[in-house]
């Protein structure tokens, strides 16, 4: 699991065959995708850049640690 900066409310996980993005308190998910299927990975990373409630630090957060589940599933 991992936190975006600054206060950790959004996390992502990976969640059975799925990674999610989330708010922590309230569970609403902002984007899911297969963490091996690169056209769900780029769809998961538009979504947050679309995002409003996220900052450029945590885009930037959102997009590495998306990286790092789509690595390991597809290396």
């Known amino acids: 699991m991992a936190q975006l900066?600054?206060?950790?409310?959004?996390?992502m996980q990976q969640i059975g065959g799925e990674v999610v993005l989330f708010h922590r308190d309230t569970e609403e998910e902002v984007a899911?995708?297969?963490?091996?299927?690169?056209?769900?990975f780029g769809a998961a990373l538009q979504?947050?850049?679309a995002d409003?409630?996220?900052?450029?630090?945590?885009?930037?957060?959102?997009g590495f640690w998306a990286g790092y589940f789509y690595?390991?599933?597809t290396l």
Do not use: S, T
């Open 52 to 62: 409003d409630r996220f900052n450029l630090e945590q885009k930037m957060f959102a």
């Open 32 to 40: 899911r995708f297969m963490p091996g299927d690169p056209d769900g």
């Open 71 to 73: 690595a390991h599933a």
């Open 5 to 11: 900066p600054p206060d950790g409310m959004w996390l």
């Open 47 to 49: 979504r947050v850049g």
